[in-house]
């Protein structure tokens, strides 16, 4: 079956740190690949995605690229702020026929300090 | 304008009651989900409906039952509440079946099951 390997948390990083949240799969067939981001108190939002292998996904400075030759798809920021402190999602929908749900990874806390 | 609403925001009342979660959307999609998070942020499946329909229905106790009058709402009913209940409650919508990947949350009902 598929499944998303997210590394575990608490990140902890200082203003303007790089941050790298790594993710792993498992799948069958060809992927889609998605970061989502919740913030405290809120629901669920789409950061990026990326549906092919080598495709880059960008969104309010976070970057993913699709590597299916690890089955990666890291999340990465040049310089966190305050405000980028969420629980991060990695998740993916297969590429087969009748595949109507999104396999999520556990999740990786982000708090980052002034 | 709220694109997916849920009703209530929290909820708490006592084991062995019957309660009900009330979610609309405005976006005209056609699919809508049930998520259930717990307290380590895991989000799990448990429903989801296209136009209506009954397309996913993960293992879940048939104590909760989901209902879907019209597209734009499904709402999730919950009978001889117990305290392992206890959890946040998501709702989601995406357009269709094949945008499964791109799903917009709602904003989370906290359920406290006492």
């Known amino acids: 079956g598929n499944s998303v390997t997210q590394m575990e948390g608490p990140v902890t990083l200082s203003e303007e740190a790089f941050l790298t949240i790594n993710c792993t799969y498992t799948?069958?067939?060809?992927?889609?690949l998605f970061w989502y981001v919740q913030y405290p108190g809120e629901g669920l939002q789409l950061l990026l995605k990326?549906?092919?292998?080598?495709d880059k996904g960008s969104n309010k400075g976070f970057e993913a690229t699709y590597r299916k030759e690890t089955t990666s798809f890291h999340l990465e920021k040049g310089s966190v702020q305050v405000s980028d402190s969420a629980v991060y999602f990695c998740?993916?929908?297969?590429?087969?026929?009748?595949?109507?749900?999104?396999?999520f990874g556990k999740g990786t806390k982000l708090s980052v300090i002034p | 304008d709220t694109a997916v609403s849920q009703t209530p925001k929290y909820l708490v009342t006592q084991m062995g009651n019957d309660k009900s979660i009330k979610c609309e959307q405005n976006?005209?999609?056609?699919?809508m989900y049930w998520y259930k998070q717990d307290s380590k942020k895991f989000l799990k499946i448990m429903f989801s409906?296209?136009?209506?329909?009954?397309?996913i229905n993960e293992t879940v106790p048939n104590r909760f039952s989901p209902k879907s009058p019209d597209k734009a709402h499904l709402n999730l009913h919950i009978n001889s509440l117990e305290l392992g209940d206890s959890a946040v409650y998501f709702c989601?919508?995406?357009?269709?079946?094949?945008?499964?990947?791109?799903?917009?949350f709602g904003p989370g009902t906290r359920l406290t099951v006492l």
């Open positions: 799948a069958t067939g060809y992927p889609s």
């Open positions: 998740a993916l929908k297969d590429s087969g026929a009748g595949s109507y749900q999104l396999t």
């Open positions: 976006l005209g999609h056609d699919t």
């Open positions: 409906y296209n136009n209506k329909e009954l397309i």
């Open positions: 990326a549906t092919k292998a080598d």
């Open positions: 989601a919508s995406s357009q269709d079946l094949g945008q499964v990947g791109e799903q917009f």
